[in-house]
Nanobody
Framework: QVQLVESGGGLVQPGGSLRLSCIAS????????MGWYRQAPGKQRELVAS???????DYLDSVKGRFTISRDNAKNTVYLQMNSLKPEDTAVYYC????????????WGQGTQVTVSS
């Protein structure tokens, strides 16, 4: 059974930082490209950051220079370090794992709420 479990969300003031974690089980982690998505109320889910199995990264323009995605293959974990947070970063953040070849092997976590507010 595949599970992606996110943690690290919460309430933070503008300018603050959070680090999200996503622990994967039930998959061969090194075969998967990993991503962080977010969805704000009334908006579509959007890709925030991704990291391929070979550690190539890509970021949403609005988070470049503020967010950093990383992975620890030994721990089956992907992280999202979020600095200089803004109110517009408020959303539910979801972890995604997609097999690098078999694209139907596409899994999601349950989401973690991030709220940026004073």
């Amino acid at each position: 059974q595949v599970q992606l479990v996110e943690s690290g969300g919460g309430l933070v003031q503008p300018g603050g930082s959070l680090r999200l974690s996503c622990i994967a089980s039930g998959i061969t982690f090194t075969f998967y490209d990993m991503g962080w998505y977010r969805q704000a109320p009334g908006k579509q889910r959007e890709l925030v950051a991704s990291m391929t199995r070979r550690s190539s990264t890509d970021y949403l323009d609005s988070v470049k220079g503020r967010f950093t995605i990383s992975r620890d293959n030994a721990k089956n974990t992907v992280y999202l370090q979020m600095n200089s947070l803004k109110p517009e970063d408020t959303a539910v953040y979801y972890c995604n794992a997609r097999h690098w070849v078999v694209l139907q092997r596409d899994y999601w976590g349950q989401g973690t709420q991030v709220t940026v507010s004073s």
